[in-house]
């Protein structure tokens, strides 16, 4: 299956975005392998940087070093994939400044609908930083079912008990781009939530 033949923006509405930067990921997977969902924050400035670039994107250099704080050491992010392990973004546009609108969020949220419902299969989903999780608020808020995690800061809900659709959900800190190097106090807690992700998807 190629998520980027599945799911797709045809209008482009949002306003604080990069349209340069849309990307969906294109590999082949098997859907019914899946069994984690890391959901980032939005696509890079430039497509280069993206999870799946060619290359050493700046994203994929980050979250596999996140995975390898976590005791997952991999070269390259087909190994995540074959690990039954998927990244993709909330927002499938480029960033254009720090933070990304509320309609942003809740109009971009319905395509990650979409491309959560390919996965039947998929035990964890952990939400990497506030655009992630107000994502999957949104969704769950617009399928009748209220918030998948209660407002607060991550750092307060991290460790509840959370569930979409059966599926658990992890709150957790942004793991793609420069800031992740910097901040090593959250790189502590990504690192735990992700060993907690591969734990609850045995």
């Known amino acids: ?7 797709r923006c045809s209008d482009f509405p949002c306003a604080d975005v990069n349209r340069a930067g849309y990307f969906i990921p294109a590999m082949n997977l098997d859907a019914h392998a899946v069994k984690i969902i890391m959901v980032s924050e939005a696509s890079p400035a430039h497509p280069r940087d993206h999870f799946y670039a060619r290359g050493d994107p700046l994203f994929a250099r980050t979250t596999l070093q996140a995975f390898a704080d ?11 994939v074959e690990l039954g392990i998927y990244v993709t973004t909330a927002v499938k546009c480029g960033k254009v400044g720090y933070a990304v609108s509320r309609d942003t969020i809740a109009a971009c949220s319905t395509l990650l609908e979409k491309e ?6 998929a035990r964890v989903l952990l939400l990497m930083g506030d655009v992630a999780i107000a994502a999957l608020n949104q969704i769950s808020r617009r399928q009748g079912e209220g918030r998948v995690t209660p407002a607060g800061s991550t750092y307060k809900i991290r ?9 658990r959900v992890l709150p ?31």
Request: proline share 3%; charged share 25%; hydrophobic share 45%.
């Open 1 to 7: 299956m190629r998520v980027s033949a599945r799911i």
């Open 70 to 80: 976590a005791g997952v050491t991999m070269t390259c992010m087909r190994d995540l």
């Open 116 to 121: 959560l419902a390919l996965f039947p299969d």
């Open 159 to 167: 460790g509840g008990a959370f569930s979409y659709h059966k599926v």
């Open 172 to 202: 957790s800190y942004l793991q793609a781009g420069p800031s992740f190097f910097i901040e090593k106090s959250k790189r502590k807690m990504i690192a735990e939530d992700i060993r907690c992700a591969l734990r609850l998807a045995r």
